[in-house]
């Protein structure tokens, strides 16, 4: 860890406690953001990327079950804060969010620049009139023309909501914005649009992203590194040019695969079955009953092997490995 | 220098071939102001034409808002057209009533986005497959079973009896949407429409779910009108690929020949940004049109991309319409700039 | 909506009581139904004099004697014609002459009065009736001669209305009979009493029998009305005519609601105008007054009531939330799909709509039935009640305008408004717990 990091999540640990049980939606989860860089959270439906949001905006709905870890923020542990001073000190002050389906999470009946300036008014202690000025200099951040200001959310596109989602997200210029699935109900030149505009104020003001998304060819687009996150575990994190070259774990190497490409020969693949459920994740390998490189050791929980510099959750690199990272059951504490 | 033409001809082969035939079809909506004084209308589908073969599999690729959604609901009647006709065998099925269009409609299977949203909550799978026997008159009971299990069998849902009384909720979106295919198939269909039929399912899922409909198409010599906005995906089992915009069908080819050679500014601009996974992405801007797909209410004069085409020829794109130019055989685009017979893209002006 | 959602009633205790309360009103409509079936019970109820001479006039149940220190006393009843057990004595005089003696022996213990005495003769002769004298000993051992007279085959003695017998006794009968005589206040003597009831038959053939009733100030479970009518029967009737009523309006008028929000929703245009037009118009007329109105000029019987309702009911004000989610739903992609396999109208308004909002309907069905059941009481207690049959409203009806509040009879309005209010109670508390279980996952869908 250098002076380059901006945040640090050790052990990240959030479970659910349901009527069916505990659900283990991030279990112990570990990864490194720098500054002005974007990481990708890379994974599918049901793999707890949506709760690991929530764990580091400490958005937590009041079924927890078991919520810790560690959250170094410039060094700084904020898990350590009160949800009080979490709430006035951290959230959309230092790490904004841009939800999934933004565009919908719009308050229909309060036009757009007031929405937008409300966190400069909450947290920053912005007058109106000058939050006001602030969320008009967000539209013009974001390509949204500024007449829009006293529009209603239903007179947008979709493509402007989520742009004014992103604006609110930016108002009050966090060091890191959490986007989750920020494009995936957009169209395809929407997407493009919007991933631009993502691009642009990460050049121009040094914010650096947490990219949520199971949509691999869009988080290229934005990724300067990339973690892979499967049933609530990180299984694989590499930086951009060597992850969507040569993706190392088996799960990682398939998602690659499924992606149909506009030219070339090859047919996409798929990967059969279901993730398993968070409610009782399997002893073991989690990937292990959909991996078509399976052998025996799988059956026990792999450890996290540094290869490279980079962790790969995979019996498959034990060789190679410089470095051996012991895996955490849950239950115990780390 | 290539002759306006009409896209009818496109297919050369014998009229006994081909499926569906559309012809000049305008689907408008009236815009009414209190619920009867007439404002304007919503011109969703504007002026279009083209030709189904037997066992063909067509894409229609466009955004929200490009008219798709009409043009589909149109061919199932569920809207219908303000004018223009369409052919099915041969039959002009544009103003079907009672039995007819109920006879038409066993003949399309309907795919939809949403497969949660595409299947009655209440009732459970084999009740889902049971209806459409139902309706159709399929009195036989011991009939319908086979049928039911036969349709599950054939989209992969197996062991049958495991899903026969699950309900859709206690499925994932991949085994939602096989029901809703097995749902489009049990009729056995001539035509199966396919509305983003995978867009709402991850990616590691869709494959799996577009191998399917390929092989349904194979093997039933289905024709397939496969609707997406998602260019990636559509090499899968499309021949033709059609692309819309702002009512139009724009242009008309193969898809290899898409791929390699757009020729619509609009087309090209899909093509340019779709991404591809690399991580030089993250270096620079992709280049995307300005502006937003316009307003099918009062869509711009002439062509309708012309506020947001690089090549936007002043006195020309803003005052006619582009019929269609032919610039390669089997090509069809609307596009000022192939009036002159050139036959790929040209660069853009700096 | 299946079973796992049922079985979520489990988690509301509220519920759950209310179903038992329910369960046991149902329970409690089969039961009187089949012991006491309608034809029987409504000539009961009309019955008169003849089928409740036996009860005390206006009294409440025996049970409030619990929560009283000077009890009540209950009727003390000597048959002869049915009991064998009764002493008599026959004493031959001569060939005409029979001497009958009947003996009443009793113990009083009340700390009140009676209400009054009362005996019922009943005698067989050819031409000269028996002649009778009473003799009556107190536990102290006097003995009062209360009435000498001659009887008739059908005969009735009142005793507490015998005016020369009060001036002899100077006081009321029933409570100068059984008087201390010792006390300053009047209290009754408590102890053995005994009635010697001495008939003088003049036919060898001829003899008499006697009912006896000295009638209690408590009476049964339900205690009686100013007609001696066991209220027992007007509570336990009005329970199967309430919740039919109430069922019935609410069920009819839930499901022809929705049918009609479906219709017109789904094919919109002029229809869902003048449906909504409909509604708004219904929606301003006032209910009850319309109902006295019908009652008052046209008819009072339940079911043309129950029809009125019903008809006044079906374009509620529920047509609008209704509509709403229908609109909802009418674009919903299964919606848009039976659209496109083939399905019609009709089938998808029944099968596909209905279906969806059905769990909706439910709680606000079930909250429905208490509604109808006291709309059908407030008529009753304005007098505008099916005249017929005895429903709870028709009991208070009763109470109000023969005074009962005045008299401090108040068990006979608490007891019809009790269950009135344990049916409203029950259901509602179901209604409400099915309203939280059904209605998040409607949301949530």
Redesign the interface.
């Known amino acids: 860890m250098n002076n380059d990091t901006l945040l640090r999540a050790e052990d990240l640990v959030l479970y659910f406690k349901t009527r069916r049980g505990l659900v283990q939606a991030v279990d112990h989860v570990s990864f490194e953001l720098h500054k002005n860089k974007a990481v990708v959270i890379l994974g599918e439906s049901g793999c707890g990327k949506t709760s690991m949001a929530k764990a580091i905006l400490r958005l937590l709905p009041r079924n927890v079950g078991e919520y810790r870890g560690k959250i170094l923020l410039n060094g700084q542990d904020v898990m350590q804060l009160s949800d009080e001073e979490y709430r006035t000190q951290i959230r959309w002050v230092k790490i904004s969010m841009v939800p999934q389906a933004a565009m919908n999470a719009l308050n229909p009946v309060i036009r757009v620049g007031e929405q937008v300036a409300e966190p400069a008014i909450i947290h920053l202690k912005k007058s109106k009139e000058e939050a006001l000025e602030m969320a008009r200099e967000m539209f013009q951040n974001v390509g949204v023309p500024v007449d829009f200001l006293t529009r209603y959310p239903f007179e947008l596109s979709g493509g402007m909501r989520q742009r004014v989602a992103i604006a609110m997200a930016l108002i009050t210029k966090p060091d890191l914005i959490v986007l989750d699935e920020p494009t995936s109900a957009l169209d395809l030149l929407t997407q493009a649009n919007i991933m631009n505009v993502l691009k642009t104020i990460k050049w121009e003001t040094g914010t650096s992203y947490i990219l949520i998304t199971h949509d691999i060819a869009t988080s290229s687009e934005l990724a300067d590194e990339v973690a892979v996150m499967y049933a609530g575990q990180i299984i694989e994190v590499n930086n951009a040019e060597s992850f969507f070259a040569e993706p190392l774990h088996p799960y990682s190497q398939k998602l690659m695969a499924s992606v149909p490409k506009l030219y070339g020969d090859e047919e996409p693949d798929f990967i059969p079955g279901r993730p398993p459920s968070l409610l009782n994740p399997p002893t073991g390998c989690r990937f292990a009953d959909r991996c078509h490189l399976r052998f025996d050791k799988c059956d026990e929980e792999p450890p996290t092997f540094i290869v490279g510099g980079h962790p790969v959750k995979c019996w498959l690199y034990e060789q190679e490995a410089s470095q051996v990272i012991p895996p955490v059951s849950a239950g115990e504490v780390s | 220098m290539s002759v306006a033409t009409q896209p009818q001809s496109v297919s050369t082969q014998s009229q006994d071939d081909i499926l569906v035939s559309v012809q000049n079809l305008h689907v408008w909506f009236e815009l009414k102001k209190w619920g009867f004084s007439h404002v304007g209308w919503v011109r969703a589908v504007d002026n279009v034409s083209f030709d189904l073969k037997r066992g063909e599999a067509i894409a229609i690729v466009g955004?929200?808002?490009c008219g798709k959604s009409s043009l589909m609901?149109t061919l199932?009647l569920?809207n219908r057209p303000h004018k223009g006709r369409i052919l099915f065998e041969g039959k002009d099925i544009s103003n079907l009533k009672g039995k007819e269009?109920?006879a038409f409609?066993?003949q399309?299977g309907?795919v939809?986005?949403?497969p949660y949203?595409?299947?009655?909550?209440?009732m459970p799978v084999h009740r889902i497959l049971d209806?459409?026997l139902v309706?159709?008159g399929v009195t036989n009971k011991k009939e319908r079973e086979e049928r039911i299990r036969a349709a599950l069998a054939e989209v992969a849902l197996t062991p049958v009896d495991d899903f026969l009384n699950k309900y859709p909720h206690m499925l994932?979106?991949g085994q939602q949407q096989r029901v809703?295919i097995a749902?489009a198939m049990i009729?056995e269909p001539k035509l199966l429409v396919a509305d983003e039929p995978v867009s709402m399912l991850?990616?590691?899922?869709?494959?799996?779910i577009?191998?399917l409909l390929r092989k349904l198409q194979e093997q039933h010599n289905l024709s397939v009108m496969y609707i997406t906005?998602?260019?990636?995906?559509v090499?899968?089992f499309s021949e033709r690929i059609f692309v819309m915009y702002a009512g139009k069908l724009v242009e008309q080819t193969h898809i290899e020949e898409l791929?390699n050679n757009p020729l619509h500014p609009y087309a090209k601009?899909?093509?340019t940004?779709?991404?591809?996974?690399?991580?030089a992405?993250?270096k620079h801007?992709?280049e995307?049109?300005p502006g937003?797909p316009p307003s099918l209410v009062n869509p711009p004069s002439g062509c309708r991309f012309h506020p947001r085409c690089e090549h936007f020829m002043a006195g020309k794109c803003e005052v006619d319409e582009p019929p269609y130019f032919e610039p390669v055989p089997g090509h069809l685009v609307q596009c000022w700039l192939y009036e002159d017979g050139r036959t790929s893209y040209p660069e853009p002006p700096k | 909506m299946n079973l796992r959602q049922f079985r979520e009633i489990t988690r509301y205790p509220s519920a759950i009581i209310g179903l038992i309360i329910i369960i046991f009103l149902v329970g409690l409509s089969i039961y009187t139904v089949i012991a006491l079936p309608y034809e029987e019970a409504v000539n009961k109820w009309r019955g008169g004099d003849r089928v409740w001479q036996d009860n005390p006039r206006g009294v409440p149940p025996t049970w409030v004697n619990l929560f009283r220190s000077k009890k009540l006393p209950e009727s003390i009843i000597f048959d002869t014609a049915t009991d064998e057990t009764i002493q008599k004595q026959v004493t031959p005089l001569d060939e005409n002459l029979t001497d009958i003696v009947y003996t009443f022996q009793f113990d009083y213990t009340a700390d009140e009065f009676p209400q009054e005495i009362i005996l019922f003769f009943t005698s067989t002769f050819e031409k000269k009736a028996p002649y009778i004298s009473l003799l009556w000993k107190t536990p102290d051992g006097r003995e009062i001669n209360i009435g000498d007279f001659s009887i008739e085959r059908a005969y009735t003695r009142r005793i507490s209305q015998d005016d020369k017998l009060a001036k002899e006794l100077g006081g009321p009968p029933e409570v100068m009979l059984f008087a201390d005589p010792n006390s300053e206040e009047r209290i009754p003597l408590k102890g053995t009493y005994t009635l010697e009831i001495a008939g003088l038959a003049f036919e060898p053939e001829s003899t008499f029998n006697v009912k006896s009733i000295i009638y209690g100030k408590v009476f049964g479970l339900a205690g009686t009305d100013h007609l001696r009518r066991d209220l027992v029967l007007g509570l336990l009737w009005g329970t199967p005519v309430a919740l039919a009523f109430g069922l019935l309006a609410a069920v009819i008028t839930s499901l022809l609601t929705m049918f009609i929000a479906a219709t017109g929703t789904w094919f919109g245009g002029w229809v869902d105008s003048l449906i909504q037009r409909i509604t708004e118009i219904n929606m301003m007329l006032p209910v009850l007054p319309i109902l006295i109105m019908v009652g008052v000029f046209y008819s009072r019987s339940l079911w043309v009531i129950l029809g009125v309702v019903i008809l006044l009911g079906i374009f509620s004000a529920s047509i609008k939330s209704y509509r709403a989610m229908f609109m909802q739903e009418r674009e919903a992609g299964y919606i848009q799909a039976a659209k496109a396999y083939g399905a019609g109208d009709v089938r998808i308004i029944f099968r596909y709509l209905v279906p969806r909002i059905f769990p909706v309907l439910i709680p606000s069905l079930v909250v429905l039935i208490p509604s109808y059941v006291f709309l059908e009481a407030s008529l009753a207690v304005l007098g505008l009640g099916d005249p017929i049959m005895p429903t709870w409203g028709k009991i208070i009806n009763d109470a109000r305008v023969n005074g009962a509040l005045l008299k401090g009879q108040y068990y006979w309005v608490l007891e019809p408004s009790f269950m009135l209010m344990l049916t409203g109670f029950s259901f509602a508390m179901l209604g409400f717990a099915l309203d939280r279980i059904f209605n998040p996952r409607l949301r949530g869908m």
Do not use: C, W, Y
């Open positions: 955004e929200s808002g609901k199932l569920l269009l109920k409609r066993s399309i309907f939809q986005q949403d949203g595409a299947l009655p909550p209440f209806e459409p309706i159709n994932s979106g809703v749902r009729l991850d990616a590691s899922v869709r494959v799996e577009l191998r906005h998602d260019l990636s995906t090499r899968f791929l601009a899909l093509l940004g779709t991404s591809v996974p690399d991580a992405n993250a801007l992709k995307v049109p937003e």
